[in-house]
């Protein structure tokens, strides 16, 4: 499959079609943008006063304040981003979201001259519990520490989960951060954010607030009532819509597979790509001209579910389908920041957006990052490797190293062994004229004297490697720091683990990183 990423970066021609607003590495996109947005009306009074009540109980700063403010002007634009309430925000690439957010407003700020807002659009009414119960940290020993939430989730929206008790993950968090001049003030951050949280969504915000607050990111979550009021006249369009939506969608999924690109969102042909929820969220599905609840037999029609819309918008929620297009109803979105995943389901939603009379805004890929370090820098130095050697993972070099040190010749003497063991048993065939059991005594007994010669090589070599311990624990902190699990340091660390040993800083230097627009991986020298 093509890389939508690359192609962006380096072919924007290609791809044009499915990204109307043009390449966002193009100044006059945004002016063109703006313009556009101009045209558009919005409730900006009441989504600043919800924002406003939101944001009381986070105990938000001045700045974010201040840009819940601007939201009420008319010239003000926003930069928005999403992602679901991990636990302690979940991994790294959440964080540099909010910074490729917070930067980009910032630039587009200065250069078109008027308010632009960074805004992160927390995931609550998504339901993939088992994408976020879990994070990973670095501890003191550089070996992954799994923080983990207890329960399945219960069916429910993950904003809609209470949060759980600090005695819950207090030995978690406690093994898991590394030793530090740091660690106490996090450990205390995190037990006060825990308790002041009344759901996952709050406790998410609560933590990358802490990270981020000096830069006035705006934070929003889609499961508030007040929120839902305001985006039930787009809920109440998409239900008429429906048909127009799935053959949108269907139309430009065809022209995005075409050109070698995945097709991030598999459609049934009968989603009607919103979520009710009564208690427990159901998709919502067009069959033989009946609207039913995923997997319930019981009949719905359109007016049944506007009224039901009309008295409790709260129980109604988009999917990947038609978040986007919610999302571009509520705000004057000059750009959306993705992350390389969501670049492919962004592609196939420009003529849903069309059916509603929109058009999509500005992709700005997120900043990808790899931190390094002094000890990893000096650890790649020493055994000459590459960041592509650790993402390649480096099993293939730790066996190296170890029969490099091989200065007994294992295997040739075990060979020879087994040679010699084949030999004395060759001389014992004659024996079997003795008796007719004979043969398969001789049989056996070999057998199980070549078990005891593999034995004897498998723990030789486990010596072996015991006189490489230091080199191997070394390339194993490469592979647990750089390339975990053999995914993306960004995709599965938390934050914390550099918080924990470098302090707030460590956000600093990543507010710091050039935007270059070339979307290329980054390396942060720590």
Request: net charge negative; proline share 5%.
């Amino acid at each position: 499959m093509r890389n939508p990423m690359k192609t962006m970066a380096t072919c924007f021609e290609q791809v044009a079609l499915f990204f109307p607003s043009g390449n966002p590495k193009i100044q006059e996109n945004f002016e063109r943008r703006a313009a556009y947005l101009d045209t558009r009306v919005y409730s900006r009074e009441s989504l600043a006063d919800a924002l406003k009540a939101f944001h009381k109980n986070l105990g938000t700063s001045t700045e974010t304040q201040q840009m819940i403010e601007e939201l009420r002007l008319k010239e003000t634009l926003v930069v928005i981003t999403g992602q679901q309430a991990g636990i302690l925000t979940g991994p790294l690439y959440t964080l540099y979201k909010a910074m490729t957010t917070i930067r980009l407003a910032k630039e587009q700020r200065e250069k078109l001259g008027r308010p632009v807002v960074p805004v992160f659009w927390i995931a609550g009414d998504d339901h993939d519990w088992l994408e976020i119960r879990e994070t990973f940290i670095l501890n003191s020993e550089g070996k992954l520490s799994s923080c983990r939430l207890p329960g399945d989730g219960g069916g429910q929206s993950v904003g809609n989960q209470q949060v759980p008790s600090w005695e819950t993950i207090e030995a978690q968090l406690t093994g898991a951060l590394p030793d530090s001049e740091f660690r106490s003030t996090v450990l205390k951050q995190c037990k006060q954010f825990l308790e002041q949280a009344e759901n996952l969504t709050q406790w998410f915000a609560l933590t990358l607030q802490w990270l981020v607050s000096k830069w006035g990111l705006v934070f929003f979550d889609p499961l508030l009532p007040e929120f839902k009021r305001l985006a039930a006249p787009m809920f109440e369009r998409i239900l008429k819509m429906h048909t127009d939506v799935r053959d949108a969608l269907a139309k430009r999924t065809e022209e995005w597979v075409k050109l070698g690109f995945e097709a991030q969102i598999q459609q049934t042909g009968i989603d009607v790509n919103l979520f009710l929820s009564l208690p427990e969220r159901k998709l919502i599905q067009y069959i033989d001209q009946t609207f039913y609840l995923k997997g319930q037999e019981e009949p719905w029609d359109l007016d049944a579910l506007n009224e039901l819309l009309a008295q409790a918008p709260e129980r109604f929620s988009p999917n990947v389908v038609t978040r986007p297009v919610v999302q571009e109803y509520l705000f004057p979105t000059l750009a959306y920041v993705p992350g390389p995943g969501e670049l492919n389901y962004w592609a196939q939603l420009g003529k849903v957006f069309e059916t509603f009379g929109f058009i999509m805004p500005i992709l700005y890929p997120r900043v990808s990052v790899v931190l390094l370090t002094a000890y990893w820098q000096k650890s790649l130095n020493k055994e000459a490797l590459t960041l592509d050697d650790v993402y390649g993972g480096l099993e293939k070099h730790q066996e190296r190293c170890v029969r490099e040190r091989d200065d007994q010749h294992i295997d040739e003497r075990i060979d020879r062994l087994r040679l010699q063991v084949e030999k004395a048993y060759a001389e014992l065939a004659p024996l079997k004229e003795i008796h007719v059991n004979v043969e398969d005594w001789l049989i056996r007994n070999e057998a199980k004297v070549n078990f005891q010669v593999d034995y004897l090589k498998k723990k030789v070599w486990q010596a072996q490697r015991k006189r490489c311990r230091e080199e191997l624990i070394r390339l194993q902190e490469l592979q647990d720091g750089i390339a975990p699990n053999h995914s993306r340091q960004e995709r599965v660390l938390n934050p914390l683990s550099f918080v924990a040993r470098y302090g707030l800083s460590f956000v600093d230097r990543i507010a710091e990183l050039p935007m270059t627009g070339d979307f290329s991986e980054h390396q942060v020298l720590l």
